[in-house]
């Protein structure tokens, strides 16, 4: 009986002899004879091996791009099957926010598909590296490669590979670091290498949850976000652009960029805070829409103070007014310096941004103005098709304060929220000045007290308002009390006029 030692040591001797002729082959056959009989060689071996496989290298094309189907591999992979793998490689991708986890180099992982197992391993091919270049070494080139049963072959090249790159490009949109985007003034595009966008990465935490507002309108907004984020065949079938604009009016501290925030998290979508008093014209304005990204909220916030209905633009924040400006230009004209230009976005230049042709590019957008005063707003911004869905941020109503409540001091009841409840029907209070007066003043200040606090500055709310109601009921009382006074002035003076005439008639007969 033949020894384990003996077995190895005749499979040793077929190696050696086999790799012995491979090298000879290498060697004394010419490059043609030997390309044809490899051709042979692989064919043989393809009739006899029923497995195919596809390989998906990570940069390919003519200018060295990281192959997208690569990436979503990656991305499916560490979602999936990498759980099963023993040897994973953390890896920080561009745009993540989190790691990557995939499996390793020569790793392999099953996985199954309709009832149909695949093999997917990593490898990398190292590159040759000519000792006499003076170029930098090429970099390795990785790849995933897929194995399967080639009955298997029509299911895996029509719908698996799909699958897997539509997961897969899920997984990175679920993953990517979201950004926050503002608009650079044009003079500065050059310098930002055309870019005419910056960005940070959007860390706002606001989410619906903590978004207080009244329940159904909350949900009723949800629904109306997720319908849209599903809407690609519903937009596409009735013939609509893939956009949505919503409008948020209300007074100040009500919520409205809050809501903002909790829009772009709930849809995982970046925000682009379009600042309209930096954009020169309605050309630039076009150039800024064209650059912005798919699955995105673009922002005008107090749209009322960008633009007025003449279509020329004021800023909230102008502190001249518009005579100091006109002086202040006429000075440095004076002076010989060039008039500014005037910026010229029209009302037209912003209706077609929202609608026109251009707005269509990308799809996937959502369109938001925030103001203080939608009485000021031109009815055509506004009307539903611009402004699909208009909503109003109002003051806290009890179910608000709940909110906060529970995002501020932790409690869903108590005694004092009775008392809470019948002042907030009474006055009007934004959730900004509640939340202000339910935050603990100091470490030890517990939530009976900051509840104390808010009833306090409830009821003072409430007594100033009665206030500067008596106020401004006595000052009309003694404006019309001025207009009584002076018409029977007018009367008595028209009375003497005529008492005169009729003197003056009496005299002359
Ligand atoms: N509805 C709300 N839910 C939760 N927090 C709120 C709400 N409204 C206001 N706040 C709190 O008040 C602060 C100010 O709110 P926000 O900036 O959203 O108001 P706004 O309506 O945009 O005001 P403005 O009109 O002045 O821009 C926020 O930081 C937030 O903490
Ligand atoms: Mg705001």
């Keep these: 009986m033949t020894t384990a030692f003996e077995l190895w040591s005749h499979l040793g001797s077929v190696a050696a002899g086999l790799m012995f002729a491979w ?238 925030a909790a829009m772009a998290n709930f849809l995982n979508y970046d925000v682009y805070d379009l600042e309209l008093t930096t954009v020169k014209d309605n050309t630039e304005l076009r150039k800024l829409l064209i650059e912005t990204s798919a699955k995105s909220i673009i922002v005008i916030e107090d749209i009322d103070c960008s633009l007025d209905l003449t279509g020329q633009r004021k800023t909230k924040k102008r502190k001249k007014d518009d005579d100091e400006e006109k002086a202040d230009a006429v000075k440095r004209m004076a002076k010989g310096g060039e008039e500014s230009k005037d910026s010229k976005v029209t009302l037209s230049g912003l209706l077609n941004f929202i609608d026109g042709l251009w707005s269509a590019c990308g799809g996937e957008r959502i369109i938001v103005f925030t103001t203080n005063f939608v009485e000021r707003l031109d009815p055509a911004l506004i009307r539903r098709g611009r402004m699909d869905k208009h909503i109003e941020m109002s003051y806290c109503c009890f179910e608000s304060f709940k909110v906060l409540a529970w995002n501020y001091l932790g409690v869903e009841s108590h005694p004092l929220f009775a008392t809470v409840r019948r002042l907030l029907a009474e006055t009007k209070m934004t959730p900004a000045d509640v939340a202000e007066n339910l935050m603990p003043k100091s470490d030890d200040e517990n939530e009976e007290a900051c509840l104390e606090g808010l009833i306090e500055a409830l009821q003072k709310a409430k007594e100033d308002a009665r206030k500067k109601s008596e106020e401004e009921e006595e000052e009309k009382a003694a404006a019309a009390g001025e207009a009584e006074a002076t018409a029977a002035r007018a009367m008595t003076w028209e009375e003497g006029q005529l008492k005169l005439s009729g003197m003056k008639e009496n005299a002359m007969h």
């Design 23 to 260: 090298a000879l082959f290498k060697q004394y056959f010419p490059p043609q004879l030997r390309a044809y009989i490899e051709g042979y060689a692989h064919k043989a071996i393809g009739h006899a091996y029923p497995y195919i496989q596809i390989t998906f290298p990570e940069i390919s094309g003519e200018r060295l791009e990281r192959c997208e189907a690569y990436s979503a591999i990656q991305n499916y992979l560490s979602a999936s099957a990498s759980a099963r793998a023993t040897r994973l490689k953390a890896e920080s991708v561009k745009d993540s926010k989190s790691l990557v986890l995939s499996m390793d180099e020569n790793e392999e992982v099953v996985d199954e598909f309709e009832g149909v197992k695949v093999w997917w391993s990593s490898s990398v091919a190292v590159s040759r590296i000519s000792m006499f270049s003076l170029q930098p070494p090429p970099e390795d080139r990785r790849l995933y490669r897929l194995t399967f049963h080639r009955s298997h072959r029509e299911l895996i090249t029509g719908s698996y590979i799909k699958y897997v790159l539509v997961k897969g490009k899920a997984v990175a949109a679920e993953n990517r670091q979201r950004k926050l985007f503002t608009n650079n003034p044009s003079s500065n595009w050059y310098y930002y290498k055309a870019s005419k966008w910056s960005h940070v990465a959007f860390e706002h935490p606001a989410t619906f949850d903590t978004l207080a507002m009244e329940p159904n309108k909350k949900s009723e907004i949800m629904n109306d976000l997720l319908k849209f984020r599903r809407g690609k065949e519903y937009y596409e079938r009735i013939g609509k652009a893939w956009k949505r604009g919503y409008l948020l009016y209300g007074p100040p501290g009500t919520g409205k960029s809050t809501m903002i």
